[in-house]
């Protein structure tokens, strides 16, 4: 399977701040993704980072709030814009791997909590 | 849109015993059914998945289960062991569609 490093692996932020998570993966892969999993809860996608384009959405998150790079095959950034508690949260990349039919694999993900 | 459900959501076992874990989904059209295991601190880990063309899938002590006809599949594990305490999410996808995961199950095994 891809291997997927994922920085920062935790971080305390403020009130209003930005936060910038990257994600690196070992092999060139077609599609990523980035995933929320607020407290004690499942996992819930954000978007579909594409590359050479802009990333696709899902129902409640915006490009404002959550901003993502994704400028190569193997490399995606998310930002988590303004933040306030409500977005303590892991913060999970993702990665469509064909090399074993399409499995989905998750990086170790980051643990964000705001003050 | 497509819903799974996961039951239980916690589960204790005593170390040898075995664990199941059951999720049922809405949409007949889903074929792709993989479950994730989750330590804390980590990202959630593929341990198996299993496609509608299939009826059941093993891999040493743990296996899966598919009944398409009443849209649940089950996780099966044997001979629990301390390090099999995780969470477990299931999830189903049709196609190219995203995957809808569970909610989750907390297993315990105790020594």
């Known amino acids: 399977s891809a291997v997927i490093s994922q920085k920062p692996s935790r971080d305390i932020c403020q009130r209003g701040t930005s936060l910038t998570i990257q994600c690196q993966v070992d092999?060139?892969?077609?599609?990523m993704f980035w995933y929320r999993q607020q407290p004690g809860q499942s996992l819930t996608l954000i978007a579909t980072a594409n590359q050479g384009s802009e990333a696709t959405y899902e129902s409640g998150f915006v490009i404002d709030k959550f901003p993502i790079s994704r400028p190569n095959l193997t490399f995606s950034t998310l930002t988590v814009s303004n933040m306030s508690p409500e977005d303590s949260s892991i913060y999970l990349c993702?990665?469509?791997?064909?090399?074993?039919?399409?499995?989905?694999?998750f990086g170790s993900g980051t643990q964000l909590s705001v003050l | 849109g497509e819903n799974v459900e996961q039951h239980p959501s916690t589960l204790s076992v005593q170390e040898g015993d075995s664990a199941v874990i059951k999720c049922t989904y809405s949409d007949s059209a889903s074929n792709y059914f993989p479950w994730y295991k989750q330590e804390l601190g980590k990202g959630p880990q593929l341990i198996i998945d299993?496609?509608?063309?299939?009826g059941e899938k093993k891999d040493q002590r743990i296996a899966v289960t598919l009944n398409k006809t009443a849209k649940h599949f089950s996780l099966h594990i044997t001979e629990t062991q301390p390090e099999d305490s995780a969470v477990y999410f299931c999830?189903?996808?049709?196609?190219?569609?995203?995957?809808?995961f569970g909610t989750g199950t907390r297993l315990q095994v105790f020594p």
């Open positions: 999830a189903a996808s049709k196609g190219t569609d995203k995957l809808i």
């Open positions: 299993i496609r509608s063309n299939v």
């Open positions: 993702s990665v469509l791997s064909t090399q074993e039919g399409e499995k989905l694999f």
């Open positions: 092999s060139q892969v077609t599609m």
